[in-house]
């Protein structure tokens, strides 16, 4: 499948406009495919936004037909090794992926110490803050935690405080 908005076939990395779509319209998040078929997600800065939830960990999709920040949520059923969040469960809290350069957004307060990966079943490398994988939640919307406090497949969802836990 190709992204309507790609400016086609071999574009450099950032020149795909569908590389990293958080989409709130189609409830998810859209990925560049490996020929082998997985997730190519590319660089991504993680960042903050402030909510009602205080100051949080967030992420703002390269896309410029992207809506700005997402809030990214950790799972009480994750561990710092492995995700507890596959198959339905990811298809509701998309991972927070990553392929090449995981950096703190500039002025954002997130600390770039925290910032780590795991590598996911499916070979891609998935976001963690302080021991914590990073999901979205397929249902939010720009600016918001509509995701937070819910209980589902075995844990909660939070999001994530600047300082590592959930709240």
């Known amino acids: 499948m190709r992204y309507a908005f790609d400016l086609g ?12 779509l958080v989409d709130q319209f189609a409830n998810g998040v859209w990925y560049l495919l490996h020929p082998s078929g997985i997730p190519d997600p590319g660089p991504l800065p993680i960042a903050s936004m ?6 949080v960990l967030a992420v703002n ?4 037909f992207a809506s700005r920040p997402f809030a990214v949520y950790a799972f009480g059923a994750d561990t710092a ?6 198959g339905s469960c990811a ?10 350069s995981l950096t703190a957004a500039a002025g954002s307060g997130v600390s770039q110490a925290g910032l780590g990966t795991i590598t996911r079943p499916d070979g891609t490398s998935q976001v963690t803050y302080f021991g914590h994988p990073l999901h979205y939640f397929a249902f939010d919307q720009p600016s918001q935690t509509v995701g937070e406090g819910i209980n ?8 994530v405080d600047l300082s590592g836990p959930p709240r």
Not at 50 to 55: K, M, Y
Not at 61 to 64: A, D, K, M, Q, Y
Not at 91 to 100: D, I, M, Q, T
């Open 61 to 64: 999709p390269p896309s410029p």
């Open 91 to 100: 298809r509701f809290w998309p991972p927070v992926l990553v392929e090449g």
């Open 9 to 20: 076939a071999g574009a450099a990395s950032g020149q795909t406009n569908g590389e990293y």
């Open 50 to 55: 402030t909510s009602s939830q205080g100051t």
């Open 81 to 86: 090794a492995a995700s507890g969040c596959t």
């Open 152 to 159: 589902a497949f075995g844990g909660t969802f939070h999001v």
